[in-house]
């Protein structure tokens, strides 16, 4: 399985900006799929993920109701749409994937199997 990730860029405090994550693989709709990211300095954090086969989506508390994770199984893409972006937003975002994931883990980088390169977001204030 393979994970290509891009969509980032510099934005302004309160826009949005859409990432998208091209995945490999027949097995896609039944991995969980996540969003992470990481800041300069600081550890990589859960941001938002999505349990497949129709499975619920999770998101970190700091971008609930701000950002929105979403999966098209038919193309094999992974999305996160970021809306009232923040300074504190800025970081690298990295995709994830993984066969199977149970739930209480589900915020845990190192329970992901594979992983996209990362793309960066800029957030100017």
């Known amino acids: 399985v393979q994970l290509q990730a891009s969509g980032g860029g510099l934005v302004q405090a309160g826009g949005s900006l859409t990432l998208s994550c091209a995945v490999s693989?027949?097995?896609?709709?039944?991995?969980?799929i996540a969003w992470f990211r990481q800041a300069p300095g600081q550890e990589r954090e859960f941001v938002a993920a999505?349990?497949?086969?129709?499975?619920?989506?999770y998101y970190a508390d700091s971008v609930k109701g701000r950002f929105t994770i979403s999966r098209d199984n038919a193309k094999n893409m992974l999305y996160l749409v970021m809306n009232s972006l923040r300074p504190e937003d800025e970081a690298v975002y990295y995709c994830?994937?993984?066969?199977?994931?149970?739930?209480?883990?589900?915020?845990?980088?190192?329970?992901?199997?594979?992983w996209g390169q990362g793309t960066l977001v800029t957030v100017s204030s």
């Open positions: 994830a994937s993984s066969p199977s994931i149970i739930l209480s883990s589900i915020q845990m980088s190192h329970m992901y199997a594979y």
């Open positions: 693989g027949s097995t896609f709709r039944r991995q969980t």
């Open positions: 999505n349990r497949g086969n129709g499975g619920a989506t």
